[in-house]
Nanobody, 123 residues
Framework: VQLQASGGGLVQAGGSLRLSCAAS????????MGWFRQAPGKEREFVAT????????RYAESVEGRFTISRGYAANTISLQMDRLKPEDTAVYYC?????????????????WGQGTLVTVSS
């Protein structure tokens, strides 16, 4: 199982970034996918998730209305569009594949993790 995340960087508060995660075809076609993040000194937390067919999404309350998760079937990728970023969004972001096909919000539901990508939002 391979998940390759990209797109992190430094942005000012109020700005936007787009994260992408490329997955192997077998995982991408059959599993829920999502993003988690981990800030320094904090536990890894759920951010957003999308079901295997893209029909269902779910977001953490802290990012609802600012972040959008989507699936790109042509390239076996998921993306996380992050708008109106805040300093408290600063963290290492991890893409994840679920054990099942549905949306998921807990780390115990994760089958595989990608490497993290750092997002830094300056005030």
């Amino acid at each position: 199982v391979q998940l390759q995340a990209s797109g992190g960087g430094l942005v000012q508060a109020g700005g936007s970034l787009r994260l992408s995660c490329a997955a192997s075809g077998r995982i991408f076609n059959n599993n829920g996918m999502g993003w988690f993040r981990q800030a320094p000194g904090k536990e890894r937390e759920f951010v957003a998730t999308v079901s295997w067919n893209g029909h269902t999404t779910r977001y953490a309350e802290s990012v609802e209305g600012r972040f959008t998760i989507s699936r790109g079937y042509a390239a076996n990728t998921i993306s996380l569009q992050m708008d109106r970023l805040k300093p408290e969004d600063t963290a290492v972001y991890y893409c994840a594949a679920a054990r099942g096909a549905s949306v998921f919000t807990t780390t115990t539901s994760v089958r595989a993790w990608g490497q993290g990508t750092l997002v830094t939002v300056s005030s």
